[in-house]
């Protein structure tokens, strides 16, 4: 039951993705032909100032989803509601918290503009951006709930449909006023869309869930208070290196770089990003099932963390191979070979890309188990390393220097802590198991790699949408072939594949 929940879940969040990111590249070629590359580095840089705004949140919502789980599977609706009525008011407090920093913010946003400092109608940009994020803290707390157990997918036709008409209208104000003014208005529309999303998301929850909206809200029992707290503060550290580590690299390469940079990075970083968001919602999907089987000590916790582990190298292997061979094609495609990146920095984001793809999967272990509090500084220490890396090399190496800043802080610090953490408070063992099957994937993913740019160079070199789509195919039946026969003997690749025939049986 609980696995066919996660298939509906990930199935509709991968329909939704699917559909926002292909209206969202429509948006975003109007934006450029309209209002330059300039204005679009300007929106990335504002997203990710936001987005280190955001670690306000100090990973509330991850924790409180914890403990959530055992008393959504008991069915203790007066714990489940109790800990809505502090997620509720901790929100608040942290709308008001971004509201005052985004203020202070808006007077020194120029300061990180670089050469570009005088762009138009900047602050009214950045206010209506921040606006948008802070309608979701202050009416969205209780989709918590309806992720925790499982039942998201029951929003995503809310959500899907005032997607398309926010970025159909967008689109639409753009063609008809094609200026910062139309800019203005546009993100007003966004505003006035989020409200009506959360709006009608909530209506929605409260119908699911009245029998536990009912109850009566008491005050959390010392135990269950204790361990939420604690939960929140290891988060903190958790949330405040990531958000420093994925906010701080387009900051950079706008004061260090440059705007125009920016903005061509930043359509790479969207084809990116959109594998990193389709693969999240595919493992996030399996965080409350595996917090089911750890909390009941399942016996086939170990092979089930193991498998997990194994599909997430397998697909970020490959993708990985896609950004390498496809992603300048595409850019050249959509926007124009003026537009492309150099091949460094293609391979850099790549193998950026191949080492997020190593923790994703034992994120979601630990999320699932609760492990926050053993390496909360870690992400601080990361962090910290990505930024002085990234800003030394960055001055004489441009773009390259900060990937290779944020490569070198992946490699010292989340490559092998992470599963040293996992095995060790998990499994009670050593990591020793995970990284001789690592470096197996690696030798594969190398061994693919080199075959696949042969192919990419002697196999239909034109650049058309046609030939793209024969090497991709022909590529994706390479890496899954060669994938069977390094590890269809893997007790991974046997779990697999009986979890595969029983949740679609044959008929």
């Known amino acids: 039951m609980r696995s066919r ?265 969207l084809i990116i990003n959109t594998g990193i968001i389709i693969l999240n919602v595919l493992f996030n999907s399996l965080t409350s099932i595996l917090g089911s089987v750890i909390a009941e000590k399942n016996n086939f916790m170990r092979i089930i963390c193991d498998s997990i582990n194994f599909l997430g190298l397998l697909v970020f292997g490959l993708s990985s191979i896609y950004i390498i061979l496809f992603s300048s094609n595409v850019i050249e495609l959509w926007f124009g070979s003026e537009y492309t990146l150099e091949k460094r920095d293609i391979y850099l984001m790549a193998i950026n890309f191949l080492f997020m793809g190593f923790r994703v999967p034992l994120n979601v272990i630990k999320s699932s188990s609760g492990i926050y509090d053993q390496d909360k500084y870690a992400p601080l220490f990361q962090s910290g390393i990505n930024i002085i890396v990234s800003i030394l090399l960055a001055i004489n190496y441009g773009l390259s220097g900060v990937l290779i800043g944020t490569l070198i802080s992946n490699i010292i610090v989340p490559l092998w802590y992470r599963p040293y953490i996992v095995y060790k408070y998990l499994f009670n063992d050593t990591c020793y198991d995970y990284f001789k099957k690592l470096m197996m994937f690696i030798i594969f993913w190398i061994l693919v790699l080199l075959f696949s740019i042969f192919i990419n160079n002697n196999i239909l070199v034109s650049l058309s949408v046609y030939s793209l789509l024969i090497k991709f195919l022909i590529i994706t039946f390479v890496y899954s072939l060669t994938a069977y026969l390094f590890f269809y003997k893997s007790n991974e690749f046997i779990f697999i594949k009986k979890r595969l025939s029983l949740l679609f049986p044959n008929r």
Not at 59 to 85: C, H, T
Not at 134 to 154: E, P, T
Request: with cysteine; hydrophobic share 50%; aromatic share 14%.
């Open 5 to 269: 929940s996660a298939v509906k879940n990930a199935s509709s969040l991968f329909f939704n993705i699917i559909l926002i990111t292909l209206l969202n590249i429509f948006y975003r070629t109007i934006f450029v032909k309209t209002l330059g590359v300039e204005y679009l580095g300007l929106s990335s840089l504002i997203s990710n100032i936001l987005l280190l705004l955001s670690l306000a949140e100090l990973g509330l919502a991850q924790a409180i989803s914890y403990s959530l789980y055992k008393p959504l599977s008991n069915k203790e609706y007066g714990k489940i509601v109790s800990l809505m009525f502090l997620f509720k008011k901790a929100y608040f407090f942290i709308f008001l918290l971004m509201f005052f920093l985004g203020v202070i913010v808006s007077q020194y946003l120029s300061d990180f503009n670089g050469d570009n400092k005088y762009l138009n109608y900047q602050v009214s940009i950045f206010v209506l951006m921040l606006s948008s994020i802070l309608v979701m803290y202050l009416f969205s707390y209780k989709r918590i709930l309806i992720i925790a157990d499982q039942k998201n997918y029951k929003i995503t036709s809310v959500i899907n449909i005032c997607s398309i008409i926010d970025i159909l209208v967008k689109i639409i104000i753009l063609i008809k006023w094609p200026t910062p003014e139309g800019l203005v208005i546009a993100l007003s529309f966004q505003l006035i869309m989020k409200l009506i999303e959360n709006y009608l998301i909530n209506k929605k929850i409260n119908k699911l869930y009245k029998f536990i909206f009912s109850c009566e809200v008491h005050r959390l029992d010392p135990i269950a208070q204790r361990e939420v707290i604690k939960n929140v503060k290891a988060m903190f550290f958790h949330k405040l290196g990531d958000s420093i580590m994925n906010g701080t690299d387009n900051i950079l390469i706008s004061k260090f770089v440059s705007l125009f940079m920016l903005g061509i990075y930043s359509n790479y970083f």
